[in-house]
């Protein structure tokens, strides 16, 4: 019997303007959040070669250590450098709730992208994907108004916990008042 092993993960370099491209032909004579769908579910196909490049990433810079060998902050740090070195902008994560995961993206290249419906749809999926497999559980992202031009803020969280805040923000409530009603 043959062992295959998975190639590792590659990645190429292409103009900041190819999302905006994407995004122009995915929303076509879609219904908009037809396309919004299209696009998470596009990012949440990228997670799998995101999370075997960041792995390669933490496993050359902490000599060789996974990720839940890490401190999370350490964590965070590599993978903010690790979207900074491709381009992507600027990740922080802020910790808000013990039940909720807050990334801030400054500067994102998807959410600068036009050609579509207003936000980092792409992006949400992927993150999604790629915290699932850092969790081994189900992981939901959703993006919440940032306050800022330049940043996009998304929520991650199981779930059920997500799905509350939602309904706290829908019902007008800013963000961190939907986190303080979780308890």
């Not at 900041?16 to 995915?26: I, K, Q, S, W």
């Not at 900074?84 to 013990?98: C, I, K, M, S, Y």
């Not at 992006?123 to 940032?146: C, D, N, Q, W, Y």
Request: aromatic share 8%; net charge negative.
């Amino acid at each position: 019997m043959n062992a295959t092993t998975a190639a590792p993960s590659r990645f190429v370099q292409v103009p900041a303007t190819l999302l905006g491209t994407v995004r122009r032909f995915v929303v076509g004579d879609r219904e908009p959040m037809e396309a919004v769908t299209v696009l998470r579910e596009i990012g949440y196909e990228l997670g799998d070669e995101v999370y075997g490049g960041l792995q390669a990433r933490l496993s050359r810079d902490f000599s060789g250590a996974s990720w839940d060998a890490l401190d999370p902050a350490e964590f965070w740090r590599a993978a903010a450098t690790f979207f900074a070195d491709r381009g992507w902008g600027t990740l922080e994560f802020r910790d808000l709730h013990p039940a909720v995961g807050v990334l801030e993206l400054t500067g994102w290249v998807e959410s600068e992208a036009g050609g579509g419906p207003r936000g980092a749809h792409l992006s949400t999926g992927l993150f999604s994907a790629l915290l699932e497999r850092l969790a081994g559980a189900g992981v939901a992202v959703m993006e919440v108004p940032s306050g800022a031009a330049d940043r996009t803020r998304l929520l991650f969280a199981r779930g059920d916990v997500l799905g509350q805040v939602y309904e706290h923000v829908r019902g007008g409530a800013r963000v961190e008042e939907a986190l303080a009603r979780l308890g």
